[in-house]
């Protein structure tokens, strides 16, 4: 006698996994459209006098020899400046760290790249512009406390003048420029606000040499100081985040890391808005990914562990 599906493993609590799982999943069916909104933070560890812990944060290496920042945007991607990228070389991202250097393998991933994506626009050094690049990791990272996305703003997104945000990275972000700055063993981390355009224009515009016919900061770049410390020496690609209605976005990306020669200078970064639709193209909209696909990942997760009792 045939035996059907539904009479496997006969009993009265037989189906009862079965249904909770359904119920489940139509829960977080249900919810998907709030996991989008979920972006990582950054925290503290309780009781020490240390910096935050950035679970965005990427270390940008070849041969594991750290050359710049960047930050996760996706569960398989992530975001740096064009100019970090030196030819055909093999790169890999270590995350989940604030050191460069003697990290715990239980809460560190090192991925390699699997992808190089330059914008099209980038010019190279001499005339930077698209100064961005999205890296395709060869393994999705594992979300955790300390390995987590920051979100992306949207193109229409007006980012004020003296929106306070933070720049990171293992450069000298909180000294003078120096030609043979050393990088730094611990993260580094310092408060900035966005700079009108044209006043950081006309900053750098004292020290030009070429004509003053096109401005030097262009519509798809954006300055960000804290008026005395020189925050410009941070790590070529790193981060620029804004903390904006309870959401951490990428609000830029360190393009002119070796531009300022005095304290006062402001950052200049590629201004992630102008960029927001190149990226979602390239990381496809209709692809399951970030936070929505750690959630599905660990559900699943859920779904092939055994479950035990009635």
Same mark, same amino acid.
């Given at each position: 006698m045939a035996t059907s599906p539904g009479s496997l493993g006969a009993g009265p609590g037989a189906a009862r996994p079965w249904r909770l799982s359904r119920r489940l999943l139509l829960l977080l069916l249900l919810l998907l459209p709030l996991l989008d909104a979920v972006c990582g933070k950054p925290w503290?560890?309780?009781g020490l006098d240390v910096t935050r812990h950035w679970p965005w944060e990427v270390s940008? /290496? @070849?041969?594991?020899?750290?050359?710049?920042? #960047?930050?996760? @945007?996706?569960l398989s991607w992530v975001m740096t400046a064009a100019h970090c990228i030196q030819g055909n070389k093999d790169y890999s991202v270590v995350l989940g760290t604030s050191k460069l250097k003697s990290w715990d393998p239980l809460k560190v991933f090192s991925i390699p790249v699997k992808d190089i994506i330059v914008h099209p626009k980038y010019w190279g050094r001499?005339?930077?512009? %698209?100064?961005v690049a999205l890296l395709r990791l060869h393994t999705p990272a594992i979300f955790s406390k300390y390995v987590q996305p920051i979100c992306l703003p949207e193109p229409s997104y007006n980012l004020k003048v003296g929106t306070q945000c933070w720049v990171t #990275?293992? #450069? $000298?972000?909180? $000294? *003078?420029?120096?030609a043979n700055s050393t990088l730094t063993p611990e993260l580094q981390e310092a408060e900035v606000f966005i700079m009108d355009n =044209? *006043?950081?224009? *006309?900053?750098? *515009? =004292?020290?030009?040499?070429v004509p003053h016919i096109l401005p030097l900061v262009m519509q798809d770049m954006v300055c960000a100081t804290n008026y005395g410390e020189n925050l410009c020496n941070g790590d070529a %690609?790193? &981060?620029?985040?804004?903390?904006?209605?309870? /959401?951490? @976005?990428?609000? %830029?990306?360190?393009?002119?890391? =070796?531009?300022?020669? =005095?304290? $006062?200078? &402001?950052?200049?970064y590629s201004r992630v808005t102008k960029y927001s639709k190149w990226i979602k193209t390239q990381?496809?909209?209709?692809?399951l990914? #970030?936070?929505r696909a750690s959630a599905w990942l660990l559900f699943l997760s859920w779904l092939l562990q055994p479950h035990m009792g009635p």
């Open positions: 503290w560890s309780e940008l /290496r @070849i041969e594991n020899e750290h050359v710049c920042g #960047g930050a996760l @945007i996706d001499t005339f930077i512009m %698209g100064d #990275g293992w #450069g $000298q972000i909180k $000294q *003078r420029y120096s =044209k *006043r950081c224009d *006309r900053v750098y *515009r =004292k020290m030009a040499v %690609g790193g &981060p620029l985040a804004c903390e904006v209605e309870d /959401r951490w @976005i990428l609000a %830029g990306v360190l393009s002119w890391d =070796k531009a300022c020669a =005095k304290s $006062q200078n &402001p950052g200049v990381i496809g909209n209709g692809a990914s #970030g936070p």
